[in-house]
């Protein structure tokens, strides 16, 4: 029997899932002085999304042979997995506080084997996609139920090896692959479009065979809704262009590509506390 | 310890990549979970026999040798065991950052076939002459590397490989070298097999370049130069045993590969004797800091002093300097 645990519709309960990743984040950043806050707290949604809805998976048994695979491309976005992995009950979350320090399981980019729940290594942008789409092409030729989710960035998009793999996932009609990319318009550099345009970033896709689905990326309701749109398109692999703000729901961060590669500082992480328990209430009394 | 018998008087000649196309065929008949990939160069890579017969888990990726690392990586945390077969010009040389990450660091066991690797490629020229993977292979953690002299040694590397279950590389080349070895010549991880045995220096080898080295050690015995030849297949893990025996015995080391001087055996070969007090000298003798050119391979071969002839020169020009 398929098992998706610990899965929930209520999206209240994941609206309250998604206010406590991103207070874990925020945590475990302020704790290890550097990492990457933007892209990991605008994914929050999305990964409440996978881990407490989509994916099927057991974190009691993370090598669950028939679990869906979730392999996280751009590696630097770590912290907001970990979170998920923690809050879905991989480890503890105590853990999370270990975050890129000596000794811990939560590495500055994820390593296979170091952390139950991780499936690739990451931090080479483009090198996940590859990964997916491998794993994709031997589920599908051994007919297996079990589907990969990969998410990459915006700025990954500017790797060639990206475009590699999408050839390869077309011509195999991965209908069992879901990449979703995090179209939040930031790179290290700047904006995407200033640093190396990206668009017409849904006509490229289109063009190369996918099944191309734009959502808004902080509405959990609607990433739910294109990952089950995706499942039904069998004869090709679907791209979600999740658009998404970098540092979404902390004001102070949201948008600015400074944010990128920089942790809060105490000060920066009382006030992120602050703004966060007032979205809690807020979601409590919805 | 007694040299090893091997076949003085050749008549058979086949490629390296030969012996990796039979075994990987082997392979995939005795494991359901063995796959193969490759990128637009099936037939010269010999990875044909393997799709022919196995379709169903072959992957043919294009001019795509980045993505053919990372989906091999892919496959093989599904359980299964890919070897990925491409040109050692592209692979390692192009996706060196893809086999670091997503196939070592990801520890996840993906054999990697580089063919038509050296001068020996001949006439396709310099930029298809890679001279320089192994030392990208070899500075790699969880990685073995291995260099099949023949068309039997070759089938026992990729059989060597797989059995590890984990990163492994092995290098072939295009050009046909004669047979000197039987299925039953002894080949394992980390060792080494000593053909000839010789007081005056050691000439350690691998590859194609292994047969000229032992024809060289035949002409010095006649003008009075008695040298040891060693196959080296195994650059890494590397039979330092073997290297620092030789070592207290010869005192010269004369390492030959089609490999540029840095990186390769020799340089294997310098980080051993330089790990114990000793006095040897080593000579590392292959490509020094230079692109190669257009020619057949014997031509090539003869140019860089890489066949019988020339390695018996820097022999007898390293006994000379040091033991004169």
């Known amino acids: ?286 | 310890m007694a040299p090893i018998e091997y076949n003085r008087n050749p008549e058979e000649k086949k490629g390296t990549r030969d012996g990796f196309g039979k075994a990987l065929v082997e392979i995939g008949e005795k494991d359901p979970d063995a796959w193969a990939l490759t990128a637009d160069v099936s037939e010269s890579s010999r990875t044909h026999w393997f799709s022919e017969k196995f379709p169903s888990r072959f992957v043919q990726v294009g001019i795509a040798e980045q993505n053919m690392a990372g989906v091999a990586a892919g496959i093989a945390s599904c359980g299964k065991r890919p070897f990925i077969s491409a040109f050692g010009e592209f692979s390692p040389g192009r996706n060196w950052e893809q086999i670091r990450v997503s196939i070592c660091y990801n520890n996840v066991p993906v054999v990697i076939h580089a063919s038509h690797t050296g001068i020996t490629v001949g006439p396709d020229g310099a930029s298809h002459q890679i001279l320089e993977d192994l030392a990208l292979m070899r500075a790699l953690p969880n990685m073995n590397v291995v260099v099949p002299c023949d068309f039997e040694q070759s089938k026992k590397a990729t059989w060597l490989l797989y059995e590890q279950n984990m990163p492994g590389y092995m290098r072939t080349s295009r050009e046909k070298v004669p047979i000197i070895t039987t299925p039953e010549t002894p080949m394992e991880l980390g060792g080494s097999n000593l053909y000839k045995e010789g007081r005056d220096l050691a000439i350690l080898s691998h590859g194609p370049v292994l047969h000229q080295s032992l024809l060289a050690a035949e002409g010095l015995e006649k003008e009075g130069i008695s040298a040891a030849v060693v196959d080296m297949y195994s650059i890494k893990p590397i039979d330092e045993e073997r290297i620092k025996a030789l070592a207290k015995e010869t005192g010269l080391i004369l390492t030959a590969e089609e490999h540029q001087v840095s990186g390769g055996l020799g340089s294997a070969v310098a980080e051993v004797l330089s790990s114990f007090r000793n006095d040897a000298v080593l000579r590392r003798h292959g490509i020094y800091n230079r692109f190669c050119e257009s020619g057949s391979a014997k031509e090539l071969l003869g140019k860089y002093e890489l066949d019988s002839k020339g390695i018996a020169e820097v022999a007898k020009e390293e006994v000379k300097k040091n033991k004169g």
Request: some cysteine.
């Open chain 1, 1 to 286: 029997m398929p098992r998706r645990f610990p899965k929930t519709n209520d999206l209240k309960k994941l609206k309250l899932i998604a206010n406590s990743i991103r207070k874990d984040v925020i945590e475990m950043l302020e704790e290890a002085k550097s990492g990457h806050s933007a892209g990991s707290i605008g994914l929050a949604d999305i990964f409440t999304a996978l881990y407490f809805n989509v994916l099927y998976h057991d974190p009691k048994d993370p090598e669950w042979g028939e679990r869906d695979r979730l392999v996280l491309s751009n590696g630097h976005v770590c912290p907001v997995m970990y979170a998920a992995l923690a809050e879905a009950g991989y480890f503890p979350k105590e853990e999370l506080m270990t975050l890129r320090k000596l000794g811990s399981r939560l590495q500055g980019h994820p390593h296979r084997g170091s952390l139950p729940g991780i499936e690739n290594s990451s931090g080479p942008l483009g090198q996940g996609f590859s990964i997916a789409v491998g794993m994709a092409i031997a589920a599908k030729r051994e007919r297996k139920r079990w589907r990969v989710y990969t998410i990459v960035s915006d700025g990954e998009q500017q790797e060639g090896q990206v475009w590699e793999a999408a050839m390869l996932a077309y011509k195999f009609r991965l209908g069992n692959l879901t990449a979703i990319m995090d179209r939040n318009n930031i790179q290290i550099d700047g904006f995407t479009e200033e640093v190396n345009p990206l668009e017409p970033i849904v006509a490229k896709y289109r063009a190369f065979g996918w099944h191309v689905i734009e959502v808004d990326g902080h509405n959990i309701k609607k990433i739910i809704d294109a990952c089950e749109e995706s499942k039904a398109i069998y004869e090709r692999p679907t791209m979600i262009i999740a658009h998404t703000i970098p540092g979404k729901g902390i004001p102070f961060m949201e948008f600015l590509t400074e944010w990128h590669g920089k942790p809060p500082t105490k000060e920066q992480a009382a006030e992120a506390y602050k703004i966060l328990e007032l979205d809690r209430r807020e979601v409590e009394e919805e």
